[in-house]
């Protein structure tokens, strides 16, 4: 099967190469190097991150037509191009983000767990077999099972890693199955082939709406939609706070990433049974994950609920099924990545200075960090889909693309969402801007990798809502690539 391997082989997966590199490197400097200059890690690790990138952009660009290579087993495409990339710089600014927490920062084993992580996202991306897809959910999935509960002296990272463990076992035992199934209905591992074997037809509808609905259970997991989002508020609570960040963002990319890739390619047939029942589960989670997110007094589980929230609003693309809904699930998946990986890094820095994840406590923070509380605002109105940040055109854009489905009801759904979505945020930054405190006098220090990290997720957010015309049009050439 590979006996001839070409370039264009080794280019489709020139971003997993280059990661493996980087862990083999990460390992062996963090064996020979003394305590003291631990931090290096970090440092490396963010530059080996950054190479990569660069060298994905120049050499692993896809053709315009999608190949298959490996065997078969991976799409070299925009869409796994796309997702690739949002992959590589999520890894890289949680690793600036990571920098000074404790017991995190100075630990080689982290970093080699978030590379091997981020090379599996990557792999599932662009995964296009059954088999090297479940391997490539494994390879990044007990990686942040580790990462969770890597603090092992604090009870709350303990529980959170334990039961992310559990619940992610479950459900892909029960998305296992559901592969078993289709396997032994289609008679090929190939998800690309399976739109032609008999589960578009010959077989009765309840049974392919059961198997598909078992595949969902993984991708739902993946994703935080409900009813799959029971551990999201305990682990992002939980984990530590840079590790919560990297799962609300990169792991929920790669989730949409292998269910849309899936759904279009597998199932092209049955699009009416399952964007039906996406559009209902995009409610329930955008009802269940604004609504408790009014009550919340933690901002990280705050935020979590928000994240259950906005995969109801990413789902609405999904249920389209168009080349405008895949448009619009993209381009939000690229702003959400900066947004809130911003809303998490403020976190980490507050903590850092307070200790407390505690909303009351954020009280001054205007006064305390004028610069800190900006980037706030901004990370969080881009959140609430506020113009002209870059979370207002991608809410538009999924709401036209139900639209244009004739998704009427689910649009007037998302934007009632969205209205009690900006209130739970304006209730944060009124307490930031209007409440004071016995320590306004005091300056909140902020260090320059999360400086460095926080710009540039802030220019993201501006740009992405400013100059919107060019990434729309990449993210409408990778929509393009799936039909």
């Known amino acids: 099967m590979f006996s001839s391997i070409t370039t264009e082989m080794i280019l489709a997966i020139l971003p997993e190469i280059s990661l493996l590199i980087?862990?083999?490197?990460?390992?062996?400097?963090?064996?020979?190097?003394?305590?003291?200059?631990?931090?290096?890690?970090?440092?490396?690790t963010a530059l080996g991150l950054l190479v990569t990138i660069v060298l994905t952009l120049v050499f692993s660009t896809p053709n315009e037509d999608a190949q298959m290579v490996w065997g078969n087993m991976l799409r070299h495409d925009w869409l796994a191009f796309i997702f690739t990339l949002v992959f590589l710089v999520g890894a890289a600014i949680t690793v600036l983000f990571s920098i000074g927490w404790e017991n995190l920062g100075k630990r080689g084993e982290f970093y080699l767990l978030l590379l091997t992580s981020t090379m599996g996202m990557s792999l599932m991306a662009s995964s296009a077999d059954l088999i090297m897809l479940f391997l490539a959910i494994e390879t990044a999935s007990i990686p942040l099972y580790v990462m969770a509960g890597f603090i092992t002296n604090d009870d709350r990272s303990a529980e959170a890693g334990f039961k992310y463990l559990l619940f992610g076992a479950m459900t892909t035992a029960i998305m296992l199955y559901g592969f078993s199934l289709l396997y032994g209905f289609a008679g090929t591992t190939n998800i690309y082939q399976l739109a032609g074997s008999a589960l578009n037809g010959e077989l009765p509808m309840i049974i392919v709406i059961s198997t598909l609905l078992f595949v969902l259970a993984g991708f739902g997991f993946k994703v935080s939609m409900a009813p799959f989002h029971f551990w999201t508020p305990d682990v992002y609570e939980g984990a530590p706070t840079p590790v919560t960040g990297f799962l609300s963002t990169a792991s929920k990319a790669a989730g949409f990433a292998i269910m849309v890739r899936f759904l279009l390619a597998a199932f092209p047939s049955n699009i009416p049974q399952w964007a039906l029942v996406l559009a209902l589960i995009s409610t329930f989670s955008m009802t269940i994950g604004?609504?408790?997110?009014?009550?919340?007094?933690?901002?990280?589980?705050?935020?979590?609920?928000?994240?259950?929230?906005h995969a109801g609003y990413i789902l609405m693309g999904v249920a389209a099924a168009s080349q405008l809904g895949l448009t619009s699930v993209m381009y939000y998946i690229i702003v959400y990545l900066f947004t809130n990986l911003a809303a998490f890094g403020i976190v980490v820095i507050f903590w850092r200075a307070v200790g407390s994840d505690?909303?009351?406590?954020?009280?001054?923070?205007?006064?305390?960090?004028?610069?800190?509380?900006?980037?706030?605002?901004v990370a969080f109105l881009s959140l609430a889909g506020v113009p002209p940040m870059g979370g207002f055109f991608a809410k538009i854009l999924v709401f036209a693309a139900a639209v244009q489905a004739e998704l009427i009801w689910l649009a007037v759904i998302g934007v009632l969402n969205a209205i009690i979505g900006l209130y739970y945020y304006l209730i944060v930054l009124k307490v930031v801007y209007l409440y004071r405190s016995e320590d306004d006098d005091k300056p909140l220090p902020v260090s320059l990798p999360h400086t460095i990290a926080l710009a540039v997720c802030i220019v993201a957010i501006l740009v992405l809502g400013v100059a919107f015309g060019p990434w729309y049009d990449i993210t409408s050439r990778a929509a393009a690539a799936l039909f």
Do not use: F
């Not at 604004?290 to 929230?309: D, E, F, H, W």
């Open 290 to 309: 604004n609504t408790l997110a009014l009550v919340q007094k933690n901002i990280k589980r705050m935020l979590a609920y928000s994240s259950i929230a």
């Open 358 to 377: 505690q909303i009351e406590d954020y009280a001054g923070l205007s006064r305390r960090a004028p610069h800190l509380a900006t980037a706030m605002l």
């Open 22 to 44: 980087l862990a083999a490197i990460i390992l062996v400097v963090d064996l020979v190097i003394s305590e003291e200059r631990k931090g290096l890690l970090a440092w490396l």
